[in-house]
């Protein structure tokens, strides 16, 4: 099973400027092999793989000596994006989506590196880089299996993560439970759980809102290209930092709670890219990132020997959980009244009950995924 963790290095000045010229020359790989791609389909109707703009960078280097500075690996794994971008823009040309064609990146926006299979070395607290040199690096938790992959990220506040792809030979299972839980995401209750409990909507960006807009102000009214603007910058970027930082760790903790607590954890299938076109809830829906809290439960569900059931959602809030009826209502009405049978329970409790019915449903069905359905 393949794992990432995620550690905070630490650079020193010198090497913080490596890594700087080795990430804008990768970006300049990036945009000639886009050109490349991009001119040839123009020219001559011709397609270029991943492996022909591969074999020219020994030629680019040539050109541009520079190039020797970076490892061999990083620069494969420049021309590789570049196909993964036009494969998925191919992809959403076939589905009928907006397109969307590879962007050429502009300075400052090439913000990572990676090492394929070589280039690395990791000893104890040091991290090793081809043509970088020795990094500190803080290990707050100890690898696992053996290391596949390595990529280093710069953040907009310049700060630098390392991220090791390693493969896990065996699982960690938890000891086994009966509990079984749905669960109804909302904006009012971040989360509406079939036992009755709720979980409360942080609100993070919400509560940063007025602190955010007060710092774009200040950032707007400087001039461009002075250290004041720069200054404000950098602040803004803290927030949007500290905001993103916040939710993250919402997110962890509540799956990771989750999973230690229940044996089938059921949530609704939504389409989140469709919800957010509604502007009326987009700020809510994307504050609350709900698919973050999906994600994070289903890969720690596969791990501890835990299932994760995704239910199809529709008419989970209409449907009664007692007697099986619609009682048709609009979002405005937050409490469930159920003419025939007379429930009167929250809206979204209703919901999470109806989530879980059709979760264990689904689970008792042959043929079906053991850890994400």
């Not at 300049?28 to 703009?53: C, G, H, M, P």
């Not at 990771?256 to 919800?275: A, P, Q, R, S």
Request: charged share 30%.
């Amino acid at each position: 099973m393949p794992k990432v963790n995620r550690y905070r290095i630490y650079p020193t000045k010198s090497q913080v400027t490596k890594l700087n010229e080795t990430l804008e020359l990768c970006r300049w790989v990036y945009n000639e092999t886009l050109a490349l791609r991009k001119n040839v389909w123009e020219t001559e109707q011709k397609r270029i793989s991943y492996f022909d703009s591969k074999k020219m960078i020994p030629i680019w280097k040539k050109d541009k000596t520079e190039l020797k500075t970076v490892h061999s690996h990083t620069l494969q794994d420049v021309t590789m994006r570049v196909d993964l971008a036009f494969q998925a823009f191919f992809r959403r040309v076939k589905a009928g989506e907006k397109p969307g064609y590879p962007r050429f990146k502009g300075k400052g926006w090439y913000n990572s590196i990676t090492y394929l299979q070589s280039g690395f070395s990791l000893n104890g607290n040091i991290l090793t880089l081809s043509k970088i040199g020795d990094i500190k690096i803080k290990k707050h938790r100890e690898l696992e299996g053996n290391i596949k992959r390595l990529t280093i990220r710069r953040t907009s506040t310049q700060k630098w993560f390392v991220s090791i792809l390693t493969d896990v030979d065996s699982y960690q299972p938890l000891e086994h439970s009966d509990k079984s839980i749905g669960i109804d995401v909302g904006i009012l209750s971040f989360a509406a759980l079939s036992d009755g409990t709720f979980v409360a909507n942080p609100r993070f960006y919400v509560k940063e809102e007025k602190n955010l807009a007060k710092v774009q102000r200040k950032h707007s009214k400087t001039e461009k290209g002075t250290p004041a603007r720069k200054k404000t910058l950098k602040v803004l970027r803290r927030v949007h930092e500290r905001i993103a930082n916040k939710r993250e760790d919402f997110a962890q903790k509540l799956s990771k709670t989750l999973v230690n607590n229940y044996g089938i954890i059921c949530f609704e299938d939504l389409n989140i890219k469709n919800m957010v076109k509604d502007p009326l809830y987009a700020k809510g829906i994307m504050d609350a990132a709900w698919n973050k809290l999906v994600t994070y439960t289903s890969y720690k569900a596969e791990n501890a020997g835990r299932k994760v059931v995704l239910v199809n959602p529709y008419n989970t809030s209409q449907l009664c959980s007692k007697c099986g009826n619609i009682v048709e209502k609009d979002t405005s009405v937050r409490v469930h009244n159920c003419p025939y049978c007379g429930l009167s329970i929250d809206r979204d409790y209703n919901a999470s009950i109806n989530i879980l019915r059709l979760g264990l449903q689904s689970d008792r069905k042959i043929g079906r995924c053991p850890s994400l359905q």
